[in-house]
């Protein structure tokens, strides 16, 4: 039996991910995201940012550029504050989403025209939204500091907010995130001891708990001593197609076990 990795697509869906995007430089993208970030912390969220830039990171001359020049892969310069990594670039953002640690939210800036998430536009002419239509396919929320474009752009049925909105946009953000994740749940959210799936997912946007912990796109939990494991859901989706291959071979069955549950106690 032949066991498949999960997806790009599978991991990247796991995740809400909204992109900041716009036309031209300077309009105040790193603004409306660090404010996003700051409104968003203050709900509780845990998220991590994805900023792209066209700029050189590792300066060659540096301890951590000598080491790439002679070869390394990947370099860690780690300090008691900070750890950063330097590594061959990836190819665009699912990539990024899909090796990085699992975070409840994604907050991106730059990526314009990428197919993952949705895009928070910033506009300052009315001649740019035709244009951003033609290149961003998840054009979701338009902002500009112009009163008459935003009121233009809800005329022509986009979602529209002026650019000190940003408690609004954050607002609408949260809503979508849990909504996003809610939807990603099976079964009755009886088993993981809640009322709802926005009730869960609102606790998995916050980082109390993990995905894994509750019947999820990957439904496998480990529990070690009655604690449960933290699983990356790449890891839980092999071991959940590995475990359900071993149960297959030796339980003849035409039909698919819907619970297994094992005990294995060490001596």
Known sequence: MVYALPTIEEIVGLTPVYRIVALASGVGKTSLGTELVSELSRKGV???????????????????????????????????????????????????????????????????????????????????????????????????????????????????LLLDETKHLAGEIYKDALRLIASRFKGSPENCGAGSWMEVAEKILHGIIMPHECPFAFPLRIHVDDKVVELDPRIARIAASLLEGFISSIIETTEKPRKIKIEFIME
Request: without cysteine; neutral net charge.
């Open 46 to 160: 845990r998220l991590a940012v994805v900023k792209q830039t066209h700029e050189k990171l590792l300066n060659e001359l540096s301890d951590p550029g000598r080491y790439k020049l002679a070869g390394a892969h990947t370099v860690f310069v780690s300090s008691p504050e900070n750890t950063l990594i330097y590594r061959e670039p990836f190819t665009g953002l699912k990539e990024i989403i899909y090796a990085m640690k699992y975070h409840p939210l994604v907050l991106a800036e730059g990526f314009l025209g990428s197919s993952v998430g949705k895009a928070i536009a910033i506009v300052t002419d009315p001649s740019e939204i035709n244009a951003l239509i033609k290149v961003e396919k998840g054009l979701w929320y338009i902002v500009s500091n112009d009163y008459e474009l935003v009121e233009k752009s809800k005329s022509i049925g986009f979602n529209a």
